[in-house]
């Protein structure tokens, strides 16, 4: 856009008391209606009372303020002479030099933000303010939407609140950080970013993104300019995605214990790539050993299956091959169960494989294959369904129409030594119990009660 066809030179006169007493021609053509006597804010500016850059209100020290103009979302200076009897010449005209670079490469199109944020807003949103390069940061610019942003009702009100010092509109817990990313070193042309908390007038603070850059002003000062943004939202969403983050991770270690203290392994296979990560608990650590020297689920099963006992393997493959895994990558939940048996260096061992369906965060389908070693719950269940065959054998021996054969003496010798298995043997009809390993002592004893 070529500014000066838009904006050029704009010539008035004004009162002490902000009324109009003479305008050249560009500002009668792009005013319209404006007429002797109008107060020029309420023309201009389109407010109720002086503009917060304007020097004969007080709002400013400087005679040549720069400020955003909402009429034309431009950067303007105006300068101001006064001419005696209470007159005031003003002359307005697009921004250069220093102010005018700072400012554009502050333009909110240039802030680094992410997402739709950019999209929703435009460059009134912005704050611009300014503190000269010493202790405390005086005050030496500020625009109206900064004082809004805070919360004041004017320029009085605000240089008042923050005492004319920038570095009151930072919070003290945060004053540390943007010390640090601004370092202790100033020259014009320094650039810096920082974000922090803003505090309102009402007490309540707000997060911002604040750009700035150091220049030289008119009286040879350094002072910074800074575009700040509020991003509160931005934050409050990123600290709630951290608090989500932290509880997962939470509960994903209790996960990870539940399942070492359940299982002696959980293997999650990505059914895009065929990779998989292994979690290992307790138990079948041989097998282990042999499977998790390779990431490839396909090259870890075949080293499993090469213990399995071969009565099993087919099986094995319907349910938990790669191939069976990703024709039910639609399904979700528990897929297949079976329990096997395994050559071990103690023999053979029993175990138990479970799988579960389900996607990843990004749509990625993934199994979660579980294996347990179970036999000595495969043991124990072994010898109780033998007990039981011999509990019936028992009582069908006891219900013979045969006294003699239906009275022979029965012992029992078993593994299991509980009250309850001594109790079952005897109501089943059994004359004694013994718990192995067998004490010959303890055996003579007993068949001497039972024989008489």
Request: with cysteine; hydrophobic share 35%; glycine share 8%.
């Amino acid at each position: 856009m070529d500014r000066s066809k838009v904006f050029n030179t704009d010539y008035y006169v004004i009162s002490d008391d902000f009324r109009l007493l003479d305008f050249n021609q560009n500002v009668k053509d792009r005013y319209k209606g404006i007429k002797r006597g109008d107060l020029c804010y309420q023309v201009t500016m389109k407010r109720d009372s002086p503009c917060p850059h304007c020097p004969i209100a007080g709002n400013s020290q400087n005679d040549c303020p720069v400020y955003y103009d909402p009429f034309y979302r431009d950067w303007v200076e105006a300068i101001f002479s006064e001419i005696g009897d209470g007159r005031y010449a003003v002359t307005c005209h697009p921004a250069d030099g220093d102010a005018w670079d700072v400012f554009q490469r502050l333009k909110i199109k240039d802030l680094p933000l992410t997402g739709n944020l950019l999209k929703e807003y435009d460059s009134e949103i912005i704050g611009m303010i300014g503190g000269y390069c010493e202790e405390g940061f005086p005050l030496y610019y500020v625009n109206e939407r900064m004082i809004e942003m805070l919360g004041y009702d004017n320029m009085e009100d605000f240089e008042k609140g923050i005492d004319r010092k920038v570095v009151n509109t930072i919070h003290p817990d945060d004053l540390p950080q943007v010390t640090a990313d601004l370092g202790n070193h100033y020259y014009v042309g320094m650039k810096y970013e920082t974000t922090y908390r803003m505090p309102r007038k009402d007490g309540t603070w707000f997060w911002t993104i604040d750009r700035g850059e150091v220049i030289e002003t008119v009286d040879g000062r350094l002072a910074i300019i800074s575009a700040c943004l509020d991003v509160t939202r931005e934050h409050e969403q990123q600290e709630a995605r951290k608090r989500e983050s932290a509880a997962s991770a939470s509960k994903d270690r209790i996960m990870s214990d539940i399942i070492r203290a359940l299982y002696s392994y959980n293997a999650t296979v990505n059914l895009n790539t065929g990779k998989y990560s292994l979690l290992v608990g307790t138990g079948m650590e041989e097998f282990i050993e042999q499977f998790s020297q390779t990431d490839d689920y396909e090259d870890a099963c075949n080293l499993l299956l090469s213990n399995v006992l071969p009565e099993y393997i087919d099986e094995m493959n319907r349910q938990f091959s790669l191939e069976s895994l990703r024709r039910q990558q639609n399904h979700r939940g528990h897929i297949g169960q079976m329990v096997y048996a395994g050559v071990t260096e103690d023999g053979i061992g029993w175990f138990e494989v479970n799988a579960f369906m389900d996607v990843d965060d990004d749509g990625t389908p993934f199994a979660s294959v579980f294996g347990r070693d179970v036999t000595e719950a495969h043991e124990k269940a072994d010898t109780k369904a033998q007990l039981e065959i011999g509990y019936d054998a028992t009582r069908t021996i006891r219900a013979l129409p045969d006294s003699g054969k239906a009275n022979i003496p029965i012992l029992a010798m078993t593994a299991n030594a509980f009250e309850e298995d001594k109790r079952e043997a005897y109501r089943s009809g059994m004359n004694g119990h013994l718990a192995k390993p067998i004490n010959v002592r303890e055996l003579m004893k007993e068949l001497a009660n039972i024989l008489g």
